[in-house]
């Protein structure tokens, strides 16, 4: 075990790092993150932190560069202060979409973070739900990528199931996703439909058809962000119209660019769950479609065991398995 754990946050969630905080039993650390007049971020550990086990929370969402940059300086700034250990906590991580060339001459840019995030001192990340799981395999260091199914599991079982437990379908947003959800429904003993959709560029997708029984029962729409929401309305709307009694979705990271709160507000959704990864804008804190699910005791568990050395492989999993 290295030294006291001592928590510290940048500007891009503090509620999210509060809320975890709480459930760990400690306040956050004094830091300050700011701007220099010309713009140049400025940041200012105010604790000792020699030979302490640091934890930077901070998701690199939008403005992505400015939050990745904040993330990177404080290590940086923990690192030359003789931290023991720096785990940058990441509950959303930034450019994880660009992830492998798709064009010729495309940088593969998940890959630079990785680079840049190990350069600034970090010795250990955790993170939640990434696009693309091989990213783990960009780092020279340890990499927990959590999961909030555990959580939707019991949220979807508690709250949802239970009102239609023989008339629930799940439903894939693409084939990708459907091991996902084929996990769910197993444990949830609830049908299992694929939506068809075919992609014509970057935040661009045409859904076909659905592969599967709708009609009637509680469709629930199960995937891991939600960017601009054109797929996802475009899905509800195609769900929709096989005559379903109720439609709501789940989704870790909402993203929410452009156009997609009030494509939402817009959609045949009767309600949109999502996780506090990344914290609203005051436009979807407005949408009474969007509710959110906070993941802060999911990291606050995550962070107790690897402070003390303990398997986290038990946060993988609903508690009845």
């Known amino acids: ?161 239970t009102r239609n437990p023989d008339d629930t379908v799940l439903i894939s947003p693409d084939a990708g996703g459907v091991e996902r959800v084929r996990s769910y429904a197993k444990r949830l003993h609830t049908n299992l439909a694929i939506l068809d959709k075919r992609r014509s560029g970057p935040n661009q997708a045409e859904v076909m058809h659905i592969i599967g029984d709708a009609k009637g029962k509680l469709a629930v729409l199960l995937d891991d962000m939600i960017d601009t929401a054109g797929t996802l309305t475009n899905g509800a709307r195609a769900v929709a119209a096989t005559e379903c009694n109720e439609l709501i979705a789940f989704a870790t990271h909402p993203v929410l660019s452009g156009p997609a709160v009030k494509r939402i507000q817009e959609s045949p959704f009767d309600s949109v769950y999502v996780t506090d990864t990344i914290p609203l804008s005051k436009e979807g804190e407005a949408c009474k479609k969007i509710k959110v699910l906070t993941v802060a005791p999911i990291f606050a568990d995550a962070i107790r065991a690897i402070h003390f050395n303990d398997s986290i492989s038990r946060l993988f999993l609903p508690e009845d398995d």
């Open 1 to 161: 075990m290295h030294g006291e754990i001592t928590i510290f946050a940048g500007n891009s969630n503090p509620g999210l790092a509060n809320r975890i905080c709480q459930r760990i039993g400690q306040q956050l650390a004094p830091c300050r993150v700011g701007r220099f007049s010309d713009g140049e971020i400025r940041v200012e550990v105010e604790q000792n932190v020699r030979g302490r086990d640091v934890f930077l929370i901070q998701s690199t969402c939008a403005p992505a560069n400015d939050t990745l940059m904040e993330l990177l300086i404080m290590a940086e700034a923990c690192k030359r202060s003789s931290a023991g250990r720096i785990t940058a906590v990441i509950p959303y991580f930034g450019y994880a979409r660009q992830d492998r060339k798709v064009q010729p001459r495309a940088p593969i840019t998940a890959k630079l973070v990785a680079n840049l995030l190990e350069a600034s001192g970090v010795d250990r990340v955790v993170t939640m739900d990434l696009h693309a799981g091989q990213i783990q395999g960009f780092f020279d260091i340890p990499v927990d990528n959590l999961y909030a199914q555990p959580m939707f599991y019991r949220f979807l079982k508690d709250e949802v199931v």
